[in-house]
């Protein structure tokens, strides 16, 4: 199965998503904010990583545009998960090389589903 970095500064966020990921049979790696997660995506290399928007130090935006545009991880998929929900905020995460946009609170069908599509089977 696959590793996956999910990148949430909110404790029972990050273990609410950990436990969907995880019953999937997928490994999980964890990180606070986008400064860390940046740091972890090019250390370990995940399969996918499942990003937040809203957080101290860099904002999801920056760490998705950070990592997608570096060629050590360009080549990982980003997928938005926030509770930012406009369009507006959709089209520019997706400008920033997100590859997917899920909004909080999380459905888990939706979340199995974005996971089912953007990882190599």
């Given at each position: 199965?696959a590793?996956?970095?999910?990148?949430?500064?909110?404790?029972?966020?990050?273990l609410?998503?950990?436990?969907?990921?995880?019953?999937?049979?997928?490994e999980?790696?964890?990180?606070e904010?986008g400064a860390?997660g940046v740091?972890?995506?090019?250390?370990?290399?995940?399969?996918?990583i499942?990003?937040?928007?809203?957080?101290?130090?860099?904002?999801?935006?920056?760490?998705t545009?950070?990592?997608?545009k570096d060629?050590?991880?360009?080549?990982i998929?980003?997928?938005l998960?926030t509770?930012k929900?406009q369009?507006t905020?959709k089209?520019?995460?997706?400008?920033?090389?997100a590859?997917?946009?899920?909004?909080k609170?999380?459905?888990?069908?939706?979340?199995?589903?974005?996971l089912?599509?953007?990882?190599?089977t």
């Amino acid at each position: 199965m696959a590793r996956i970095l999910i990148v949430d500064d909110s404790p029972s966020q990050l273990l609410g998503i950990k436990r969907i990921v995880e019953k999937l049979g997928h490994e999980t790696l964890t990180a606070e904010d986008g400064a860390a997660g940046v740091t972890v995506a090019k250390q370990e290399k995940p399969a996918l990583i499942l990003m937040d928007v809203v957080m101290p130090n860099l904002n999801g935006f920056q760490a998705t545009r950070t990592i997608s545009k570096d060629p050590e991880t360009a080549h990982i998929p980003i997928v938005l998960v926030t509770t930012k929900d406009q369009e507006t905020d959709k089209v520019w995460g997706m400008r920033q090389g997100a590859k997917a946009y899920v909004t909080k609170p999380i459905k888990e069908e939706e979340l199995v589903a974005v996971l089912k599509e953007l990882l190599p089977t």
